[in-house]
């Protein structure tokens, strides 16, 4: 079972910026599908981004397009970058991977430990 681990999370100002990083165990294969969800509390797990690993436009939630950008970093790394960070961004941010391309969470069977995201307003 590959290991997923978050970084980069934190607390910021309205309108700052944070990139969070997503490292897996082993290399991400061609065949998988990368995504960052996030969840607030009291809230479900929500959808922020996917990307098909082996090529292809990402998905964004309509609430963080034009703000957040995924991408690959390294062979093993996805990583979300977040500008014009609103109070509601606040979250924790998790990390996943699966092999289809759904913006459903019962997609993804790894997952990281998550990363706490704060924007103060």
């Known amino acids: 079972q590959v290991q997923l681990v978050e970084s980069g999370g934190g607390s910021v100002p309205a309108g700052g910026s944070l990139r969070l990083s997503c490292t897996a165990s082993?290399?991400?294969?061609?065949?998988?599908?990368m995504a960052w969800f996030r969840q607030a509390p009291g809230m479900e797990r929500e959808f922020v981004a996917l990307?098909?690993?082996?090529?292809?436009?990402p998905l964004l939630a309509d609430s963080v397009k034009g703000r957040f950008t995924i991408s690959k970093h390294s062979v093993d790394t996805v990583s979300l970058q977040m500008s014009d960070l609103k109070a509601e961004d606040t979250a924790v941010y998790y990390c996943?991977?699966?092999?289809?391309?759904?913006?459903?969470?019962?997609?993804?069977?790894?997952w990281g430990q998550g990363t706490q995201v704060t924007v103060a307003s």
């Open positions: 990307l098909r690993w082996r090529g292809g436009n």
């Open positions: 996943a991977m699966g092999s289809q391309y759904d913006t459903s969470h019962r997609a993804y069977s790894s």
């Open positions: 082993r290399r991400i294969y061609s065949s998988a599908v």
